[in-house]
């Protein structure tokens, strides 16, 4: 690297002015000159640096989440189809359990005074959702009451369903 310095010979001059500028100082002058220096650097770094980084990562991290409750809502809607989903009819314990085997679930229902009460004994949140949005788009039948329960298995939860027309 010396090798490079020298073979500049403006670098050089400017250089040997700097040193003869420097020893013309004081010791407290030199030891001033430092510290405005070095307050000079971390100022540029803090404000040139770092936090333009941190304002660039905190962007990223609201579009990651704007993008993860994008993609949710879209998962959410389901598929666009021409044709309208065919009704379910029957009673409505039937349509309960024909549509619930769609979606994995075992449920047990009871009939109710308007209606039936199905209680899903172990199911994923999002395979619950999905069917209670088909059951919504297939047939009559409509949630009056829900509860829903978390298991001791992550991700796992059990619920109680009242529907009714």
């Known amino acids: 690297m010396r090798l490079i310095l020298s073979r500049m010979p403006a670098l050089d001059a400017a250089i040997a002015r700097f ?7 004081s010791q407290r002058e030199r030891i001033l000159i430092a510290v405005m220096g ?14 333009p980084l941190q ?14 409750t994008l993609t949710a809502r ?13 009704r379910r009819q029957g009673p409505p ?27 899903v004994a172990d199911a994923t ?4 959702m999905a069917w209670l949005a088909d059951l919504s788009a297939t047939s009559d039948l409509r949630v009056r009451r829900l509860s829903v329960q978390r298991r001791p298995a992550p991700g796992r939860i059990s619920a109680t369903v009242d529907l009714g027309a």
């Open 19 to 25: 040193d003869a500028w420097w020893s013309t100082l």
């Open 38 to 51: 070095t307050l000079l650097a971390i100022t540029i770094l803090v404000f040139g640096v770092i936090k």
């Open 55 to 68: 304002a660039a990562r905190a962007q990223a991290i609201a579009d990651i989440r704007t993008y993860e």
């Open 74 to 86: 879209i998962r959410a809607a389901g598929t666009l189809s021409a044709t309208p989903a065919t």
């Open 93 to 119: 314990q039937q349509v309960a359990t024909s549509s619930a085997q769609g979606f994995g679930l075992t449920v047990m229902p009871e009939a109710i005074p308007g209606g039936v009460r199905v209680t």
């Open 125 to 128: 949140y999002d395979s619950l």
